[in-house]
């Protein structure tokens, strides 16, 4: 990724790491992600992109937003299913790992100014689709 990178929304979960190359589906149901959908829909389709970050619990003190466990990916978004209701079907690709230099005020969700990782070389597509399989496999066990 090269170029000035917009905001990028952050979207914590406890218990979903993205990485990039993958893909990962999303059903959006509470009210501040979802007004981050409809925020990333007026962007152009290069700049849809949302950091997906694992939520590591309450900073200390137990006050202030969860604590960030950094490296995050950010995820661009390919597929949005809007639903009746107001809720979101998303789906978002992998596309670089961040780390945070500074979360920005101003929105109901988080956001923060990023700058992408550098990457070592691209493992064998072989070896990575057979991680995927036994990862699917011990998840399903």
């Known amino acids: 990724m090269s170029g000035s990178l917009p905001l990028l929304p952050l979207f914590p979960l406890a218990t979903i790491v993205h990485f990039?190359?993958?893909?990962?589906?999303?059903?959006i149901f509470e009210p501040r992600y979802r007004e981050?959908?409809?925020?990333?829909?007026?962007r152009p389709e290069?700049?849809?992109?949302?950091?997906?970050?694992?939520?590591?619990?309450?900073?200390?003190g137990g006050d202030g937003p969860a604590t960030l466990v950094?490296?995050?990916?950010?995820g661009r978004?390919?597929?949005v299913e809007p639903l009746a209701d107001g809720r979101f079907d998303i789906?978002?690709?992998g596309e670089f790992r961040f780390e945070v230099d500074e979360e920005v005020p101003g929105r109901p969700y988080r956001q923060a100014r990023v700058h992408p990782l550098a990457e070592g070389p691209e493992p064998d597509p072989s070896l990575r689709d057979g991680l995927v399989?036994?990862?699917?496999?011990v998840a399903l066990a």
């Open 36 to 42: 981050m959908v409809r925020d990333l829909l007026t």
């Open 20 to 27: 990039p190359g993958t893909l990962l589906p999303l059903h």
């Open 77 to 79: 978004l390919v597929d």
């Open 133 to 137: 399989r036994d990862l699917a496999e």
């Open 46 to 60: 290069p700049e849809r992109l949302v950091g997906m970050v694992l939520d590591g619990g309450p900073p200390p």
């Open 91 to 93: 789906l978002l690709h």
């Open 70 to 74: 950094l490296p995050g990916t950010a």
